[in-house]
């Protein structure tokens, strides 16, 4: 058995399986659409590499077996240490042990806040969830918040103040900070750099920071930041303003390479907002539409109705042919489309734009130039969508001046005395600006940081900073919306807050909680405020605290004038430089929920790499994986390059975050540092870019074909649909006819074989599943579904899910419980249309893994669900090889062993199994939830009530794709999918009846766009 992955996949064999194919061919990788032998010996192996665990000639494997037959009696497979459990002595009023409380808090990213609600056990935060209170999560959260959990727990954090890499205390940096900064001539020579933000309480802070030290300046560096946002609007309007859009309220919206579902601010609110016109049921008879132009392939790209892919300078020429058609005054702009198909493009969608007039909506994404900002903002003031589908406010986060402006007082020595918070510019900061030989000239540097990242590594003083679930503060939602930011748990290595600090310097005594109370409530609160203070402190919410949005007037010279100033591209190619999906900007490197986290076009993890499509690798003869020169000017990067389709040709991207040298274990040698490629006057589009093939290859290691559900030979795919789908205008003209293969039954709501039932016969006894009580199930409706990865990532939180390691998965041994399935649909050289299918335990009612185990370690509950027995599972992974589905995880390892890093142990859910070496597991439904649920309805001598029972992943869903309920109950909402017309079973034909089922894809297509059904 071979133990390599597929070889790279051969794009002439990929042409010649598409060529002559009629109706729709989805497709997960380039290498399944090639249909090499290769590919096909890999895909059948049910476990592939596990001949790595046996890479031993005979002789060595005897060795190895008799030591280990010898051994296994002293210690088993399934080890686990021995835990002393102390009970208190007097134990805390408000905890009951066993019973989880929740806290309303909010997090915050990039400076803006998220209003969630974090769970605590018995002292510990264990799972974050979104605040339905809360405008920008109404309930749900993002991978981001999810995994911020980790990020508290991990132990790579600096935990000690430190003085030159020495231990020390904070008296004794009290004891140098005092005197230094009461001396007149360093008061003036005191500056800080901060990470953006908006809270209210350091805004004050820092007003009153400025009279004590007679006006030091306060310096911002987001790497990700909004500053072309504001600086379009600044062009469109006269000042710098806060967009918001109302998604909700729009027919039709244009995205300009904007991933507003799923990597903007406001993108979870944003996400349930577009879903709310795209809930297609029964008896619809309208449905927004979307189009999308993308410099990078992107969720939003996959979700929308129609896409295509544009090089950022032809984004450009895009945006002026759009303004020009409606009527903007674009001035002399140069540009022009030059592509055919972007100018067809260009055409259709103005002609809809006006025609939705005030219900169109421009969204142009934040690492767009400002100049395409304000030509969107100018399209929706004649559109007349201003004050409907968009609103504007005042600037939310606090205002500073800019990185390089520092760095030129550093220059002109007019710095002596440099606070640096939360923020890591020695790794982040453009290459241009030599941030860290400059720095290097400040006498005193100050850091306050989580780790000992690369800018901790040149201060004097590393202050441990707070995670937000250990300090006091407060932050604004996208919309201005205020809320409390309060802790959960005391620091675990005695950090200091950005406000403690600050507090420290003008020796003011009082801590977070005083700060903010006191900047809510003022000095002398009343009794009535104060009763406010606890509502808002229970809520997470601070009523009528959003911003008013303001009127607008377009400054129509400065549209034109941008717009003119706009030039055509240089010869090269071009570079889009990009946030990661996975971990932003860097700031998550270290987190191992998120580094393992497959992307989700390339599903790639552990790594970067240089994406590029498929007709220039042809023209230039690379292959995935092969080692590149990436050249702009002076600067150069080396990097392995990743074939992804629908990407646009002569044109490349690479994701910041990458090729980080200090700050956690996990980041040590992961990817390639993007940064070093970045121009503080233009950091997000390069031009005149090289790109040289080098020798050598590098080993990217990518999910996409692991666990796939093997449909035969490509062609003859549409025998198995697993990804179905409609236009619009289908489901209008057919939605009255039967919702499955075999007629109207029961088969797709997991019901028993009774009277009625139409499907195919069975081999099980029909009385042995009845039940007369719940029967869960789910409902997943993929024209909703982003493929945001959230539910990925709250359900590994949720159920104790480890993390394997880059290696591990390259063997295909990824542990995560959910995943969510990638396919294209069409010519990988021209554009495609990319989907996502969640793939989940279906909890079948004919289950294939049930029968097939020789010791009863999967079975079937009275309620229908699949369960796992853990103790008596002896891993014979016969389950697995029976599972069509593919959704069963081996522990091939003891990957959750924490028992030498005591840290770790506080991050589990103690309602679920920490399971150890050699068993399989898999979803569960969130057993523990529906338990739970169970005994607070029996104390109340009543049942569980629709929405009593909500599983992770349908909590932390932005669109609400995914809906769970008892199936029994016809006026359940999950009974209510179920009955709709477009609902479908999972490789319905092999009978397994699943409890899980899907919604068809549905796009709205424009009849001048129109490119076949998805069928």
Not at 191 to 196: K, M, T, V
Not at 484 to 499: A, F
Not at 704 to 718: F, L, M, R, S
Not at 993 to 1011: F, I, S
Request: glycine share 8%; proline share 6%.
């Amino acid at each position: 058995m071979k133990n390599d992955t597929p070889k790279p996949m051969d794009l002439e064999a990929a042409q010649a399986n598409l060529a002559g194919k009629r109706g729709a061919d989805y497709w997960r990788s380039l290498d399944e659409l090639s249909g090499t032998e290769d590919f096909r010996n890999w895909l059948d192996d049910e476990f592939p590499n596990r001949a790595s665990l046996l890479s031993l000639d005979r002789r060595d494997f005897i060795k190895v077996m008799g030591a280990s037959l010898a051994l296994a009696g002293l210690t088993g497979c399934r080890f686990m240490p021995q835990e002393k459990i102390v009970a208190y002595v007097k134990a805390p009023e408000e905890i009951v042990p066993g019973k989880p409380v929740g806290y309303a808090t909010a997090y915050s990213q990039a400076g803006i806040g998220m209003g969630v609600v974090v769970t605590s056990n018995m002292g510990r935060p264990t799972k974050v969830e979104g605040n339905e209170k809360h405008p920008s999560s109404l309930g749900a959260t993002d991978i981001f918040a999810q995994a911020s959990l980790l990020t508290l727990y991990d132990p790579d954090r600096q935990r000690t103040l430190t003085h030159n890499g020495e231990l020390t205390t904070w008296d004794a940096f009290l004891a140098w900070l005092r005197p230094l900064i009461s001396r007149p001539e360093t008061i003036a020579r005191v500056r800080f750099l901060s990470e953006a933000s908006s809270s209210p309480t350091l805004a004050a802070q820092i007003e009153r920071l400025k009279k004590a030290l007679h006006g030091p300046k306060w310096y911002v560096h987001e790497p990700a930041g909004r500053d072309a946002v504001y600086a379009g609007t600044q062009t469109a309007f006269g000042a710098p303003l806060n967009p918001v859009y109302h998604f909700d309220k729009a027919s039709v919206v244009l995205s300009l390479d904007s991933d507003f579902l799923t990597a903007m601010v406001g993108s979870v609110r944003y996400a349930r907002d577009f879903a709310s016109g795209r809930q297609v049921r029964k008896g619809a008879d309208k449905m927004n539409r979307l189009y999308a132009v993308e410099c990078c392939p992107n969720n939003t790209g996959a979700t929308a109705d129609h896409r295509i892919s544009a090089a950022p300078s032809e984004l450009e020429a895009f945006a002026v042919e759009i303004a020009r058609a409606l009527g903007v005054d674009v001035g002399a702009a140069p540009l022009r489309l030059d592509n055919p198909a972007l100018a067809k493009f260009a055409q259709v969608v103005a002609k809809d734009l006006k025609e939705a007039g005030a219900a169109a909506v421009v969204v142009s994404g934040e690492q767009t130039p400002p100049a395409i900002q304000a030509l969107g903002h100018a399209m929706n003031s004649v559109l007349g969508s201003v004050g409907t589908c968009v609103g504007y406010t005042q600037q939310v986060e606090i205002q500073g001046e800019s990185l390089d402006m520092l760095l030129q007082e550093i220059d002109e020595d007019k710095v002596e005395v440099l606070f640096i918070l939360n923020t890591n510019p020695a790794y982040s900061a453009p290459v241009d600006l030599n941030f860290a030989s400059r720095v290097k000239k400040v006498a005193n540097l100050v850091y306050l940081g989580l780790y000992p990242d690369e800018t901790a590594a040149l201060c004097q003083w590393h202050i441990p900073a707070t995670h937000y679930l250990e300090s006091w503060s407060d932050t604004r939602g996208h919309d201005g919306t205020h809320c409390i930011v309060q802790p959960l748990i005391e620091p675990l290595y005695s950090g200091k807050s950005v406000h403690d600090l600050l507090s420290a310097i003008v020796d003011e005594p009082v801590d977070g909680y005083e700060l903010v109370h006191g900047q809510l409530l003022g000095a002398n609160p009343t009794e009535a405020r104060e009763k406010d203070w606890q509502t808002w402190l229970h809520d997470g919410i601070i009523p009528n605290s959003a911003f008013a949005e303001s009127p607008v007037t377009l400054n129509v010279a400065a549209v034109s004038g941008a717009a003119s100033a706009l030039v055509p591209a240089a010869a090269g190619f071009e570079i889009a430089l990009r946030p990661d999906p996975t971990i932003f900007d860097g700031r998550f490197a270290n987190n191992g929920w998120l580094q393992e986290l497959p992307k989700p076009l390339t599903k790639l993890v552990w790594d970067n790499a240089i994406l590029i499509s498929p007709k220039m690798a042809r023209e230039m003869k690379l292959s995935r994986n092969d080692m590149v020169k990436l050249s702009v000017g002076s600067q150069s990067v080396k990097a392995p390059v990743w074939v992804l389709p629908g990407h646009p040709t002569n044109s490349v991207t690479l994701h910041l975050g990458y090729g980080r040298r200090k700050g956690g274990v996990n980041l040590a040698s992961a990817g390639t540092d993007a940064y070093a490629l970045q121009q503080s006057a233009t950091p997000w589009n390069l031009l005149g870019a090289k790109l040289e093939k080098l020798s050598g290859t590098y080993d990217l290691v990518t999910a996409q074909d692991h666990h796939a559900i093997d449909v035969g030979e490509i062609g003859n795919q549409q025998n198995r649909p697993l990804i179905q789908g409609n236009t619009f205008e289908e489901f209008v003209k057919d939605n009255a006819l039967p919702h499955n293969m075999y007629g109207p039954s029961e088969v797709h709501h997991g019901a028993s074989e009774g009277e009625g039932h139409t499907g195919p016969p069975s081999l099980y006894d029909a009385k042995e599943h009845a039940n007369d009580g719940n029967a869960w199930g789910m409902s997943i409706d993929l024209t909703l579904c982003t493929g945001c990865n959230a539910c990925v990532t709250a359900c590994q939180a949720e159920n104790n899910i480890p993390v394997v390691g880059r290696e591990q998965v390259r063997k295909g041994r990824e542990m995560h419980w959910i995943r969510i399935d990638r396919y294209y649909r069409g010519n990988p050289e021209e554009e495609v249309e990319a989907l996502h299918q969640p793939i989940l335990c279906m909890h079948c009612e004919n289950a294939p893994c049930e029968p097939v185990c020789p010791v009863g370690a999967t079975v079937h509950s009275h309620e229908g669900l699949n369960q796992m027995v853990y103790n008596r599972c002896v891993g014979t992974r016969y389950c697995s090889n029976n599972c069509p589905y593919k959704v069963r995880r081996f522990n091939f390892l003891n990957y959750a062993n924490h028992h030498e890093v005591p840290v770790l142990k506080l991050l589990n859910n103690p309602n679920v199994t920490v399971r150890g070496r050699g068993v399989m597991e898999k979803c569960t439904y969130c057993v523990q939830r529906i338990n739970a649920a169970r005994i607070e309805a029996k104390k109340a001598d009543t049942t569980i009530k629709d929405g009593g029972v909500i599983t992770a992943c349908q909590q932390v869903c932005p669109p609400k794709a995914i809906v769970f309920g008892n199936i029994h109950d016809t006026g359940s909402k999950v009974r209510e999918l179920k009955d709709q017309p477009h609902d479908y079973s999972l490789l319905e034909e092999v009978n397994t009846r699943p409890r899980t089922t899907y919604l068809k894809k549905v796009v709205n297509q424009h009849p001048d766009l129109q490119h076949g059904a998805h069928s």
